[in-house]
């Protein structure tokens, strides 16, 4: 028998397509679900933040304060300065800046003030419009904070996306968010740092991505330290609840402890070039008056707990949205969490919220240092690990018994507590309104296991709820924040700077001479905001070289030091090389610039000098280091009371009188004009020019207790002799002058012999060309015969071992990650 054949079939058509390859369709589909959570986080935390300014209509949603307060205002001129660095416009680099306190180092400031990654989206915009992209850091970065933590949260349990995505905006919507760094764009980063830094622990626990946890460790640290050290401390916490709670041998522990330390050792020191100059420059800074932590009372911490609530003052601020309290406060109920798992992380929980009230865990949370300011900046740690609470709850589906009954212990929290100081606001509004909506979604979510339907409903009342309370309660805090004395908004338009910025650029003449940007000041760093180069500054790295050199001549600060203003006087403007200076205009919101002789930044001394005039005088100082007799300081008699004192005097008629009392506060009145008086702020007072009968006559309504003017308040300057100092300075100084990024460099006349003096700060980091001695707290250098060329580089103080340290870190890196790789390739 034959064996059969079995032809394949046959069709008179074509053969059919080959099927789709669905999987491509189906990674996106996966890609776009695990972004839905942190988009949604994203989304309702930078909507509420935003809806609550709209609803004030500050801004950029309205005219109420075009500078948000006098605080935030310090942190827009830094961002011009960005403006200017990446645009080829700034005097100076990332190490020095020539614009403020008369040369300063700049790479600690860009560290600290412009760390923030998004803070670089500012060069993208025009300049004039720099203040806009300053208000938009803060909803990006607590949208970008709420959006991690959705990441993280999905790491610590699986659950529904929309519901890590409500929870994670519940954390970018924090108190300490909406109150405390709303409007510190650094500080925020430290809210996005503890997600990554959670992320980074579930890595190391599942002993993979060591160079990840690594990059995500510098990632926290480049951003801001002194948050991301605080994060840092709770990624700490984290790490130990999460080797607790698992199931883990003793080898896994110390694995996944082996990698946390040395992927954060390596992370930091990828950070060392910013780290360590910063550190260095803190220890070099003008001390602070910083009073020791005091803790508040229990009842004032509890309160700061409860929703919508704001805190005058340096009060904690450690709450969350209803919703996310109702959930934590159910976590301990919640039979289907393990009891393991909710008695570990509740005690931990329990612990950081004690810590911040025990005075050795406080300085610990801030690097062993004393806040300035309000001493509970870790806040959000707090608010962190309630979050987590919250989710581990909700993953595990509570009772609506167990919700009610948290609920109701909130309600009666709140009543125990509604006499505490300051407690108001939109606290009932969020614990009643808020807390009922909270409670019903979450009812409804609970019954929704067998009525599907409900589900849309408990989201969209989920949502609803967090966006409406959390916009209630940043309404709340930006209205009673701006209530407080330093947070008045700046009454100043965009015209007025526009004018004023126009009006230094006309007259601007770097490095041949120093531009003053005059008064009013409308931040504390004019000279960065308006590219002028006179005192004014602001920095917590100002140095006490610094101050040493200005307070001494009568320039006016605040801050313990850290801040100068500047000082309408010409001989402050002969010392250090001010020949223009700009002063409000006849129309309001105007401003004119004038130019006038300067000496050169580098002057030659060739002999000492000793004033005649009082050494304790603030006019004898500055005539020492001008090296000229130029004021006449004469007796004064002083009379009056305490509250209204008079002082009197006698100098040459058409000479220029002055005054500086740095221990009064009050209004003085002279030649018939009156003017404010803020003791060691006002600095060098102008009282115009001398009449013709030769009397000084000033009178003081002071506020100020025991205090008086002193002996010498009065100097009367003779315009001629300080004329004469100026061209004789000039004659015998630099013929030319030449500033680099952070170089200086100067000719001098042919047959110069002395001292050369530099007209700025002898700050630590300056190199010479020769030994560099302090004259009056200025850099200067003696000069052979036969010196043609004096020369300056600034290099900040930790700046080359902390490359080397970066390098090391950075060679690590690239080792664990090429290994990796190899490894992977031969499995």
């Not at 991301?228 to 130990?240: H, I, K």
Request: a positive charge.
């Amino acid at each position: 028998m034959g064996t059969a054949t079995i032809e394949p079939a046959t069709t008179d058509g074509p053969p059919d397509p080959p099927a789709p390859d669905r999987a491509p369709a189906r990674r996106a589909g996966r890609r776009l679900r695990r972004l839905s959570a942190p988009l949604l986080a994203f989304l309702v935390t930078a909507g509420a933040f935003c809806a609550s300014w709209a609803a004030r209509g500050t801004f950029p949603f309205g005219d109420t304060g075009r500078a948000v307060n006098d605080q935030a205002n310090q942190y827009v001129p830094f961002h011009r300065a960005l403006w200017d660095l990446v645009h080829g416009q700034a005097a100076g680099d990332l190490l020095f800046t020539w614009r403020g306190g008369f040369g300063q180092q700049f790479l600690s400031d860009a560290y600290t003030y412009l760390g923030n990654p998004f803070s670089w989206l500012v060069v993208l915009v025009p300049r004039a419009h720099v203040d806009l992209a300053v208000f938009a850091l803060t909803p990006l970065t607590m949208g970008a904070a709420a959006a991690v933590m959705a990441v993280y949260l999905g790491k610590l349990h699986p659950g529904p996306w929309w519901q890590r995505g409500v929870l994670g905006a519940v954390y970018g919507l924090c108190g300490w968010a909406l109150s405390d760094a709303s409007y510190i764009p650094m500080w925020l980063w430290g809210l996005v740092a503890l997600p990554l830094l959670g992320i980074a622990v579930e890595w190391c626990l599942e002993e993979r991505r060591w160079p990840g946890v690594a990059l995500l460790v510098a990632l926290a640290w480049f951003g801001n330290f002194y948050t991301a050290m605080m994060a840092t401390m709770a990624a700490c916490v984290l790490l130990a609840i999460r080797l607790v709670v698992l199931d883990l041998t003793g080898a896994q522990r110390l694995r996944a402890l082996w990698r946390a330390a040395t992927a954060t050792a390596t992370g930091v020191l990828l950070t060392l070039p910013l780290l360590l100059p910063s550190f260095l420059s803190s220890g070099a800074a003008q001390p602070t008056g910083a009073a020791a932590f005091v803790p508040v009372r229990l009842e004032v911490f509890l309160t700061g707990m409860l929703p919508g609530t704001y805190l005058w003052g340096g009060r904690p601020r450690l709450y969350v949205a209803s919703l996310g309290l109702i959930l934590a406060g159910s976590f301990l109920l919640n039979s289907s969490v393990a009891r393991k798992t909710r008695l570990v992380w509740a005690s931990a929980t329990l612990l950081v919220l004690l810590s911040f009230q025990f005075p050795p865990t406080q300085y610990v949370w801030h690097g062993l240092a004393v806040p300035n300011g309000n001493p509970y900046r870790e806040a959000f740690v707090f608010s962190g690990m309630v979050v987590v609470v919250a989710w581990l709850s909700l993953a595990h589906r509570p009772r609506p018994s167990h919700l009610a009954l948290t609920a109701a212990l909130l309600v009666a929290a709140t009543f125990a507590l509604r006499h505490t100081d300051d407690f108001g606001g939109t606290t009932w509004l969020a614990v009643l309104g808020g807390g009922a909506v909270s409670l019903l979604a979450l009812v409804l979510l609970a019954l929704g296991d067998r009525r599907r339907f409900l589900i849309p409903v408990a989201a969209v009342l989920m949502i609803g709820v967090v966006f409406a309370e959390s916009t209630a309660a940043a309404h709340n805090a930006d209205a009673r924040r701006s209530r407080e004395r330093w947070a008045k908004p700046v009454a100043t338009s965009n015209e007025s700077i526009t004018r004023h910025f126009e009006a230094v650029r006309s007259v601007a003449g770097w490095p041949a001479y120093r531009t003053d940007p005059g008064a009013p000041q409308t931040s504390y760093n004019d000279a960065l905001a308006l590219r002028a180069e006179g005192p004014q500054y602001y920095s917590s790295y100002l140095p006490e070289a610094t101050y040493k050199a200005l307070e001494p001549l009568g320039y006016g600060y605040k801050n313990d030091g850290r801040t100068f203003f500047g000082a309408d006087n010409p001989v402050l403007d002969a010392i250090f090389s001010i020949g223009a200076r700009v002063r409000p205009g006849d129309g309001p919101g105007t401003w004119t610039g004038a130019k006038f002789p300067a000496p050169p930044l580098v002057t030659v001394r060739s002999a000492p000098y000793a004033s005649p005039n009082p050494a304790d005088s603030v006019y004898a100082r500055q005539e020492n280091v001008l090296g000229a007799t130029v004021y006449r300081v004469p007796d004064v008699s002083a009379g009056g009371t305490a509250t209204e004192q008079t002082y009197a005097a006698r100098c040459t008629p058409g000479s220029e009188a002055f005054w500086y009392s740095p221990e009064l506060y009050g209004t003085l009145a002279s030649g018939g004009a009156e003017r404010p008086l803020e003791d060691r702020m006002a600095g060098v007072l102008p009282l115009g020019e001398v009449p013709a009968d030769g009397t000084v006559a000033v009178t003081v309504r002071t506020r100020t207790q025991g205090a008086t003017a002193g002996q010498h308040p009065i100097g009367c300057l003779d315009r001629g002799a300080l004329t004469e100092a100026v061209g004789r300075l000039t004659a015998t100084g630099a013929t030319q002058v030449t500033a680099g990024g952070h170089t200086i460099e100067a000719t001098l006349p042919k047959g110069s012999t002395g001292t050369a003096v530099f007209a700025m700060t002898d700050v630590p980091g300056w190199q010479c060309t020769a030994p560099v001695k302090s004259f009056h707290g200025l850099v200067s250098m003696d000069v052979p015969a036969g010196t043609g060329k004096l020369s300056c580089t600034f290099t900040p103080k930790g700046l080359t071992p902390g490359l080397a340290g970066a390098t090391l870190a950075l060679l690590a890196l690239a080792s664990v990650t090429v290994t990796g790789l190899r490894r992977r390739e031969r499995s």
